[in-house]
């Protein structure tokens, strides 16, 4: 469920391209859905992990040289290969950040000349203002919770001081990992022979890409312009006291008080970062409830766990319709108007707001209207293979937009996961991306995660099917190795078709629930029933048997499976 209210963006007009760019202006788009932090999807070698390039192309590698063109990057051409008859490059990305990345590693593996330009930092949202960063802030606030809850530290006969922090040396643990992770992401390009141009991108014309004052030709062209944060009419951000998550996500400062706009995946792990540090928090959520866009039982029990208990307090079904900022020795002041009748309801004087009202496309400037391309609420429009539609509703030959910018799902590893389905095309074989099956995860303490469908959206789509649903929940209380970390609270939760065995969604709430959902996102993506994967082995004691057992308690009517493989003499 979400809200259908118009906003209005605006930000400075001198902007640079990129991933996440961090401007844009004059956009009318509605509220974005919750999911609207980035979740990274990063290929090995943006750890520093060798590739799995053959003895001579690493050889070759390590003579990689630099053009004389101060912007443009260029690694070994053997690796890179040469392009199409005709062409400067067989595929051109446009934004670098995960899902340009991923797009372009799946490139260069498929033997494609590649080129990737970036206006601003490689990485993108994701590494510099997003899920990287914010990881690093919420390791802080999980070991500070549990360093401050003295109850959970005795049950192990564990006796702790007071627990504290230093503000500068969190920010720089956080700062560290982006950058860390940063110069992975261009080492592993330039090694495996990407070129990476500096310069803001621009679509000329089929296949003509120009970048700084350089016009380029290529094959093919990626969008992947991504994404920045959504800030709605009459709020004024200054960077300080009214922020945005990029703002955030430097920890400048820690409020006494903080008003967090938007209960979505941004809110939410940042009310978790700032309750550990000290702050109160006050939510103020447009629709009735917290967390729109969890299943309903998942997000009444993490209430129950994660709001309740801490020092937050909410107002829902209100707008926050003009925010000031701090100055001359006043609070920040928030006005706050009731969503349906639009009357004042209340004022709120705080230290700081933060504002996680989700994020916008960044497609301004791309040079869309020279292929009569027009945006929807500021979204590229494509069809399931992320081929570029027009405004004639025709395909715009051999352009393609991936990630946040086509708005299809905003997360991270999505758009590297489209990138991938693109490369896949251009190279011959044609691949269509299954979102259904695309996890997404929530990091507070403890974490959320789900793939697939929530209990409402299955309920709606068997009423028009025609077809009943199952419901099949295991409880962490009821888990040996979550018992043995004093972390029994927690909820799985499987939706399914008991007369298919078709998995329709999984929903996790607890310990470690972002790792745990990957198999449930596998078997969508596989199309394993409940019938066959009811019968996989996991090791015990492992928070794993929480979906093992899930999968055990669903009761499916059909017989049918899959043929079993062979059995391996041990």
């Not at 269509?432 to 974490?447: D, G, K, M, R, Y």
């Not at 090791?539 to 391996?568: G, I, Q, R, Y």
């Amino acid at each position: 469920m979400q809200s259908s209210i118009s906003l209005s963006l605006s930000s400075p007009s001198t902007i640079c391209r990129s991933d996440s760019s961090a401007a844009v202006s004059n956009v009318n788009v509605n509220l974005l859905n919750p999911r609207s932090l980035r979740f990274c999807g990063l290929r090995r070698e943006a750890f520093g992990l060798n590739s799995s390039l053959s003895t001579h192309r690493i050889q070759s590698l390590s003579n990689a040289t630099r053009r004389p063109c101060s912007n443009r990057i260029v690694a070994s051409s053997a690796g890179n290969g040469a392009a199409s008859k005709g062409f400067d490059y067989d595929l051109v990305i446009i934004g670098a950040g995960v899902g340009g990345h991923g797009a372009a590693l799946h490139a260069v593996e498929k033997g494609l000349k590649t080129a990737i330009i970036e206006g601003d930092v490689v990485g993108g949202t994701c590494v510099n203002r997003g899920c990287v960063p914010s990881k690093a802030l919420l390791a802080v606030s999980g070991r500070m919770r549990e360093l401050q809850n003295e109850h959970h530290m005795k049950s192990f006969g564990l006796q702790v001081a007071a627990a504290g922090y230093d503000r500068q040396g969190v920010a720089d643990h956080a700062n560290n990992l982006a950058s860390k992770i940063r110069s992975n992401l261009t080492n592993s390009m330039k090694s495996l022979g990407v070129d990476i141009l500096t310069g803001f991108g621009t679509v000329l014309g089929p296949q003509k890409v120009k970048y700084g004052d350089t016009v380029i030709t290529a094959k093919d062209i990626i969008i992947a312009t991504g994404s920045v944060p959504l800030v709605p009419k009459g709020i004024e951000v200054d960077g300080k006291t009214v922020i945005t998550s990029d703002h955030a996500l430097k920890l400048e400062f820690v409020p006494q008080w903080i008003a967090i706009v938007g209960s979505g995946y941004i809110g939410l792990e940042f009310s978790d970062v700032y309750t550990a540090l000290g702050s109160e928090v006050t939510f103020v959520e447009a629709l009735d409830q917290l967390m729109p866009g969890f299943d309903p039982e998942i997000g009444k029990l993490a209430q129950r766990v994660l709001i309740n208990p801490r020092k937050i307090d909410y107002h829902t079904g209100v707008f926050a319709s003009k925010i000031t900022p701090a100055k001359d020795g006043k609070p920040v002041t928030i006005e706050l108007i009731d969503a349906k009748t639009k009357e004042l309801k209340d004022t709120l004087e705080v230290d700081a707001a933060l504002i996680a009202t989700g994020r916008a496309p960044f497609t301004q400037g791309l040079g869309l209207e020279n292929i009569n391309v027009q945006t929807q609420r500021g979204f590229v429009p494509v069809d399931s293979r992320m081929r570029v539609i027009d405004a004639s509703g025709e395909l715009v030959p051999h352009l393609y937009c991936i990630g946040d910018a086509n708005g299809k799902m905003m997360l991270a590893h999505a758009a590297s996961a489209q990138g991938i389905s693109v490369v896949e095309q251009v190279t011959g074989k044609d691949h269509v991306l299954n979102h259904l099956s695309i996890p997404a995860a929530c990091f507070t303490h403890p974490e959320i995660s789900m793939v697939g469908l929530t209990e409402p959206q299955a309920r709606e789509k068997a009423e028009k099917e025609g077809f009943e649903i199952g419901i099949a929940k295991t409880s962490f209380k009821a888990n040996t190795k979550a018992l043995a970390e004093n972390e029994g609270e927690g909820l799985a939760k499987l939706i399914y078709r008991p007369d298919s065995g078709e998995i329709l969604g999984v929903h996790i709430f607890g310990m470690h629930a972002a790792d745990l959902i990957h198999e449930a996102s596998n078997a969508i993506a596989l199309g394993t029933r409940i019938q066959d994967i009811k019968y996989a082995v996991h090791a015990h004691p492992t928070l794993s048997e929480v979906v093992d057992e899930l999968f055990k308690a669903a009761k499916v009517k059909a017989n049918t499976s899959s043929p079993a493989a062979e059995p391996v003499a041990a």
